[in-house]
C-alpha cells in the first residue's frame, strides 16, 4: 500500500511506477456497495506490487474508514438504527479485536 505522493517502495526504497488498476468493493452505511478503482505500481528494483488506497479504505477492508471507526468508538453497536445487520456484530467484534492493527 502505499498513499498517493510517496514514490518509494515501503519495502525496498526502489521507484514505483504505475502498474494496472483494479476494482474493489467498498462497502457504505445503509447497505450501498460500490466498486472504486484502486490503482497498482510495480517496484522497478524488487518487484513487489503495491496499492493505492485512499483515506476512505482500510487495508484488506470491505467497509468504509467512516464505518470501522464507528465501531470503534464505539458510536455504530448492532442496535444502532439503520445498521441492523450491516456490519454483522460478529465483524464488529472482530474489529474491536483488532483494533490496534486499525487506529
Not at 30 to 57: M, P, Q, Y
Request: glycine content about 6%.
Amino acid at each position: 500500500m502505499i498513499t498517493s505522493n510517496e514514490s518509494l517502495c515501503p519495502k525496498c526504497g526502489g521507484n514505483l511506477k504505475y502498474y494496472d488498476n483494479v476494482r474493489r468493493i467498498l462497502r457504505t452505511k445503509g447497505r450501498k456497495t460500490n466498486w472504486v478503482k484502486i490503482l497498482r505500481f510495480r517496484c522497478s528494483d524488487c518487484g513487489a506490487i503495491h496499492r493505492e488506497l485512499s483515506d476512505s479504505i482500510f487495508p484488506y477492508k470491505q467497509y468504509e474508514t467512516e464505518v470501522i471507526r464507528g465501531v470503534l468508538e464505539g458510536l455504530i453497536t448492532s442496535e444502532t438504527l439503520g445498521y441492523e445487520d450491516y456490519p454483522c456484530e460478529m465483524t464488529m467484534i472482530r474489529w474491536r479485536s483488532q483494533s490496534l492493527c486499525l487506529v
